[in-house]
């Protein structure tokens, strides 16, 4: 099966500071297991937009994406939705494997645009437009979800 999935999660150093998101995953003997069994398309929709490492931390308000010193970026964060898209659309891919809480990824909760660790409900940038194009989505904190999703349906 093809899996779209953040590349900070496979210990690419791109997140907005620089380093990876690999330590979130708690259960790394499924999370192997799964990116061994599948074709795994690493993206960060941040970087693939052009942005920056390391840049300013940046989070969802008002339906927009606004850094820590309120720069709007808003149309970077869509341009690595698409980009996102892009590769599922022309790799044939229906599920993805998204870093959890981020502006861009996250799915079901982002955080609240005050820069204060405050979790609303919400979806990432690019998670919102992938479910609108009916790209099923996990995150790190669902692996156990996905292996039954691919289970079941592959």
Known sequence: MKILISSCLLGERVRYSGSDSSSSIKNRDLFEEIISSNMIFPICPEVSSGLPI???PAEQK???VYTISNKDLTKQFEKGANNAL???IKNQISVALLKSKSPSCGNNKVYDGTFTSTLIEGNGVTAKLLKENSIK???ETSLEELKEYIN???
Do not use: A, L, V
């Open 54 to 56: 390391p840049r300013e």
């Open 62 to 64: 008002n339906n927009k």
């Open 152 to 154: 079941n349906n592959f």
């Open 86 to 88: 892009e590769i599922c």
């Open 137 to 139: 989505i996990f995150d």
